[in-house]
């Protein structure tokens, strides 16, 4: 992406994209008074603006009337007409309106959705573009792609690209063996192609067709010529069936013309070809990524017997994937810079579409968010089956249907209760905003910036977001008397709420977000102080006008609020998002300068280590830390390597944060994940944590601790607290991890583990079962065989071989071992046999790599869709069921338990 000229501006107390596109004239007699080049560069920035708006989630361009017009006036038909054929509709009100306001002309821009593209929804492009800079041939014409031919033509490229890798043949698709005719002796532009000497005037015996254009040679500049000449017609010959570009023949006499050999350096001129076409930007969907293939031929041309000059033709091959003749003239905003957009990133941006799953994990997981009805910037979003769907969680936390219906409703109930109680005066403030609305939803936090992830702001004693009928969703920041600063916080929250609602969340509908400043002043609570909502005055239709809308825009916020990061993102080689459970949110909500102490005990697969990572984020921005001042401890190094590549926190094993020389100077706060295998052999860990933690005794710094004693793999120390002394203690009990037959034997161990529980497992731990849940609904399987070492090894490699074929990827393999001397033990053998087999879609075995196989223990807190357990067996019985526990768990959908037997 390269940076544009136009000026982005983010102009508090306005919470919106604002592109300035400077003066331009406006109404339809000043606008045909102009000249002609000074006519388009005012359309080209309004366009290029709006181009930019509608594939960034929407906004607002604002221009300065240049003419002197006391009066409004309209904007000028040239620019109306542009803006619909941008978005290749007229329905013009779907995506613009406007709205003079003094000097001021405002134009309203909603984000771009694929689903409100076409009614055909085999024609879905992703973006918004000006150009596709994309051609082909189509009879003797060359015809610019509009969006949706060049999402189809992308589209078809793709899948034949796909076809060719997966069955090394031709694709379905492609154009029937007509391409021969470039190269086939009865074609008469070949037979014309292998000649040196043509005769000026010579009337060539073949007109213009499909793959034939004739042009002459220019006058005047002729390397401007040939570089203006080449691109399109390269393009369209290369994205069609190939053809012949012959320079100097007359088009409508087919007389061959020629240049003459004073008016033309032969060298000049195939370096500018070659050079021209060198440059030309090329996407590709196939792994050979080849240039374009042409050769240029001059023939001489001879007036009697003396050489008057060349003829140049230039012979192309049809193109596998898609030439274009230049980037494409498409916009988005970035990092508040206009950006054009590169022919790769467009043509990735084009045809984004949701990721292939396999049919097994298309099986285990729910669309909530798809692509296809999306804005641009937007990602998948999918759920495990059976756990709640983004409407399900929208009913729970953010009801849009209040009861009674004429009264708005405060949520959480909890929080609100909070705040009323800590700030006096609270209560009345916001029933007295509130009067004006009689129907709606407004839901507190004590910070709208660290649950979209960003700062809190000192001071600020709450936020409020307020959905309400026939009104713009706005939200109130509430500040303690002698706070300052509050309108820039408030402004700067609503804009990156706005931006997420639409970019993340995904919602498609026309949006602002307004920012209110309150002051909560002591001494008068009916003193209070509004900061201005806004200065740009939204059309009506920006204002919801019923529960439908409302509903939407609180799903898109359920979105925003509990997404993260999926595993399936590493998996399928694109970023895809999960939703926390509603258990899980509650537990991320909770307010951590109340609970700077915690133990999280989690059942296995209930998603202790998400949780780890999303508490790890929001210390960060309720304390305003640098990641190196955030500790995260954990037993395995594999763990460990996960998170520090998420580099939100410095990461260590609970052995290195023992015996460490280093000093945790900077360390304030720390998190320890999967802590029941946790030992005190080499130190009392926990001491010396909370010793870190509680350095600062006016205000201590966070220590979580997430736990499951199910799990726990060992019977020494573990330096934990007793549990009656782990105080205050949350749980999560809903298991989201495993498909159902899995999840039905870890039931079955959990329940021998209850019947015969090892010495280190508190008994008052077992009452935790009793709020179990399992999310049901995912097929899966569970495999248990006896075999000898060589029937184990081949039985291994067979079946990632069969997985393997049936679309899932070595990332999704787990090979475990009970001990790090087994995993050297097996760890060759298995590899060797699994790089014997023939894997017709993997060409690089080396991808089996020994990361694949690792010990239960190094691979706790993990998980893949794929895991065998070898020869499950521990030093101590009394542990056995706890560590198949934690070796089962770490399975999705298939798990093998292989056991040696003596044969």
């Known amino acids: 992406m390269k940076k544009n000229h136009c000026s982005l501006v983010l102009e508090p107390p306005c919470s919106d994209l604002v592109i300035d596109v400077g003066e331009v004239t406006l109404g339809e007699r000043n606008r045909n008074e102009l000249q002609k080049t000074q006519r388009e560069q005012e359309k080209a920035r309004v366009v290029q603006a709006a181009c930019a708006l509608l594939n960034s989630g929407g906004g607002v361009i604002r221009m300065e009337m240049k003419n002197k017009d006391e009066h409004p006036v309209e904007m000028g038909q040239d620019l109306e007409l542009a803006l619909r054929e941008l978005i290749q509709s007229s329905d013009f009100q779907a995506f613009f309106e406007y709205n003079p306001q003094g000097r001021n002309f405002y134009i309203f821009v909603k984000s771009w959705s694929s689903d409100s593209f076409s009614e055909d929804t085999s024609v879905k492009p992703r973006i918004c573009s000006l150009s596709s800079s994309l051609y082909c041939r189509s009879g003797t014409c060359v015809l610019a792609m509009d969006s949706r031919k060049a999402f189809g033509f992308l589209m078809t490229k793709k899948k034949d690209a796909k076809y060719r890798l997966n069955n090394e043949g031709s694709p379905p698709s492609k154009i029937p063996q007509i391409d021969h005719q470039n190269t086939s002796e009865s074609n008469p532009a070949y037979r014309i192609f292998q000649m040196n000497r043509l005769t000026y005037g010579e009337i060539l015996p073949f007109p213009e067709s499909q793959c034939i254009e004739f042009k002459q040679f220019s006058t005047k500049n002729m390397p401007k010529y040939i570089k203006n000449l080449i691109p399109q017609y390269i393009s369209a010959f290369a994205n069609t069936r190939g053809g012949y570009l012959f320079i100097g023949v007359d088009d409508e006499s087919k007389k061959v013309l020629g240049c003459a050999k004073e008016n033309v350096d032969l060298k000049s001129l195939k370096d500018i070809i070659a050079g021209t076409i060198s440059k030309l930007p090329l996407v590709h969907f196939c792994s050979s990524q080849p240039m374009v293939e042409y050769s240029i031929k001059i023939i001489d041309v001879f007036k009697g017997e003396e050489l008057y000059g060349y003829l140049c033709v230039i012979k192309v091959e049809p193109f596998c994937c898609a030439v274009f003749s230049e980037d494409p003239k498409s916009w988005i905003v970035n990092n508040k810079k206009i950006c054009s957009l590169t022919a790769k990133k467009w043509g990735d941006m084009m045809i984004d579409t949701d990721p292939e799953l396999i049919s097994e994990l298309a099986e285990a997981f729910e669309s909530q968010l798809s692509l296809s009805h999306g804005p ?8 495990k089956k059976g756990l709640e769907h983004k409407a399900d969680l929208q009913q729970r936390l953010f009801p849009a249907h209040p009861v009674p219906s004429d009264h708005l409703r405060y949520t959480p109930e909890s929080l609100w209760q909070e705040l009323v109680s800590e700030h006096e005066g609270l209560e009345e403030l916001i029933h007295r905003q509130m009067r004006p609305f009689s129907q709606g939803i407004l839901i507190f936090s004590r910070s709208w910036a660290v649950d979209l992830n960003l700062q809190e702001k000192e001071g600020v004693l709450c936020d409020a977001l307020l959905i309400a009928q026939n009104s713009p969703p706005i939200l109130y920041t509430i500040l303690g008397e002698q706070e300052t600063g509050g309108q820039d916080y408030c402004t700067s929250t609503v804009f990156t709420l706005k931006q ?31 900061g201005e909502v806004s200065l740009i005055d939204y059309p009506r239709s920006y204002s919801f006008l019923g529960t439908q809308q409302a509903e939407a825009l609180l799903q898109a916020l359920v979105i925003v609020l509990l997404s993260f990061r999926s595993l399936l993102s590493d998996q399928l080689g694109c970023e895809v998002l999960n939703l926390l459970t509603a258990q899980q949110y509650e537990l991320f909500s909770k307010n951590l300068r109340k609970n700077r102490e915690l133990f999280v005990h989690g059942l ?9 990572m999303k508490i790890t984020e929001k210390i960060r921005n309720v304390f305003h830390c640098d990641p190196r001042e955030i500790l995260y401890v954990c037993e395995n190094q594999p763990l460990r390597d996960t998170i520090r590549k998420m580099k939100i926190c410095k990461a260590v094993t609970r052995k290195t944060f023992i015996k460490s020389i280093f000093k945790f100077k900077l360390i304030q706060h720390i998190i320890i994940d999967e802590a029941q295998n946790f030992r005190k052999e080499n130190g009392d860990w926990y001491k010396k944590a909370k010793a870190i933690t509680q350095r600062k005794k006016a205000c201590p710094g966070i220590l979580w601790i997430f736990l ?15 549990l009656s002394e782990q105080y205050p203690r949350e749980e999560l009990t809903k298991v989201v991890r495993n498909a159902d037959e899995i999840a039905n034997y870890l039931q079955e161990i959990i329940q021998k583990i209850r019947e015969h529980p090892p010495p280190n497992l508190p008994p008052e731990y077992l009452v935790m079962l009793h709020e179990a849940e399992w999310a049901p609904g995912v097929t899966g399987s569970k495999t248990i065989k006896n075999l000898n070492l060589e029937q184990m090894v081949t039985y291994i ?11 899932y990827s070595p990332k999704d393999i787990a090979i475990l071992c009970s001990t790090e001397s087994e995993v050297n033990k097996y760890k060759d053998k298995i590899l060797k046999e699994m790089k014997k087999r023939k894997f017709s879609q993997i060409n690089d075995v080396s991808i089996f790599t020994e990361d694949m196989v690792d010990s239960v223990r190094r691979f706790s807190g993990l998980e893949r869709n794929i895991v065998f357990g070898i020869n499950p067996t521990t030093a101590e019985t009394a542990i056995y069921n706890n560590f198949l526990l934690c070796l089962a768990s770490r399975a999705n959908k298939h798990l093998y338990i292989l056991s040696l037997s003596n044969s």
């Open 708 to 722: 499951d004693y199910f799990q726990t793999s060992h019977l020494s120390q573990s330096g934990l607290p007793l």
């Open 500 to 530: 997420k609602l639409v970019n993340l969340g995904g919602y498609t509908g026309k949006l602002c977000v307004m920012a209110k400043v309150l002051r909560l002043r002591a001494e008068s609570n009916t003193d209070s102080l509004g």
């Open 797 to 807: 490699a067979n079946e990632c071989h069969r997985l393997l074929r049936n679309g």
């Open 604 to 612: 296995p697969g209930s998603g202790k280590t998400i949780m780890a």
């Open 376 to 383: 641009p910037l937007c990602r998948p979003v999918y759920s």
